[in-house]
RNA sequence: GGGUCGGUAGCUCAGUCGGUAGAGCAUCGGACUGAAAAUCCGAGUGUCGGCAGUUCAAUUCUGCCCUGACCCA
């Protein structure tokens, strides 16, 4: 079945571009077992996995983001793992640059990819695109931090509805992420956002995919997620936190505000005990494994399968390589 | 044994000068175009500790009981 795939990335390469690179997607929630199942069908056809997590990019960060061991990362070839420091800008947009130039890489040495993550907007920005405007610009995004701290949301909001209604009506005025990058794209492309977004309408599609899912039972993934916390405290997630914030970092980045850094820091400052920290962990995985579930279900074009359908997965890769 | 303050949603608590109740968190559902493990939106929650009394009407007033914390002995 790999041969086909290999057969595939030539041509595509061969008919410049005409045919699509063929990629395999793994894409579930948290703790479903993406990491096993991607080496699971990697490693015996040779295949690469490119990361599409969010945070598996930090350095450092590697307990808590339970990546792949080296063990793991010296049998297959990772990428877009440990690609950044903590305090370094990552965002979708880079990420999608980044793996589009791997993965055609991968795909002129003829080799397999399988996309694995569960960060759904790097996925899609990945897969199709994501509006094109200039990167950002942290003066600009701070000054508007600044103004959301200082005076409120709904000034922030005024602030937009003033200068760009058509982004205002669409964005909730409490929404202040989104409120402070319908500014910033405004100030920096003269633009709208909205503009862009229907402009864009995620048209941009280089890929023939086949997205893989994989389904867990409430019960059985609160189970899993309960006993992951537990084993990467026994793995010392507390001790690379201290470690981390003992190189420097400030404990505000965003990768350490970040499910699980979070809260052993809040640990760490005595907010609350060990046990308290276990639980908060466990509650807030589960509330975004959730938030993942969500995404991905609105996604129809994903394949479901149990942890243990393997032969079942395998057809299904093998009937998507021999009709693409 | 006496006194004081409590017992209201899964949790922490607000409230009803008598007309059967609410906030935050948790829970459930949803959105998501350069922060996405982020951010935001929506929904429900209940014998208002128990039993009696007064009243057209009691979670609210009164009595007794149960129960928790503290104080006095």
Known sequence: MCNFLFMKSKECLNENKVRKIPLVVICSPTATGKTRLALDLALPCGGEIVNADSLQVYRYLDIGTAKPTSEERQAVTHH????????????????????????????????????????????????????????????IRN????????????????????????????????????????????????????????????????????????????????????LRTAQMMEAGLVEEVRGILSRGYDERLKPLQSLGYKQVIEFIRGKYDRDAMVERINRDTWQYSKRQLTWFSADKSIKWFAPDQSDAIRKTIEMFRRES
């Open 80 to 139: 877009l793992i440990d690609v950044v420091d903590p305090d370094e800008d990552f965002n979708a947009a880079v990420f999608a640059e980044q793996a589009r130039t791997i993965i055609e890489k991968i795909a002129h040495r003829q080799k397999p990819v399988f996309v694995v993550g569960g960060t759904g907007l790097y996925i899609r920005a990945l897969l199709q695109g994501i509006i094109a405007t200039p990167p950002v610009d942290e003066n």
């Open 143 to 226: 000054h508007y931090r600044g103004i959301r701290d200082r005076l409120g949301k709904e000034h922030l909001f005024g602030l937009l509805r003033e200068r760009d209604p058509e982004a205002a009506a669409r964005i909730n005025p409490h929404d202040a992420v989104r409120v402070i990058r319908a500014l910033e794209v405004l100030e920096q492309s003269g633009q709208s956002i909205v503009t862009l977004q229907k402009r864009h309408a995620f048209a941009d599609c280089p890929y023939d995919a086949c997205k893989i899912g994989l389904q867990i039972e409430r019960s059985e993934l609160k189970e899993r997620i309960a």
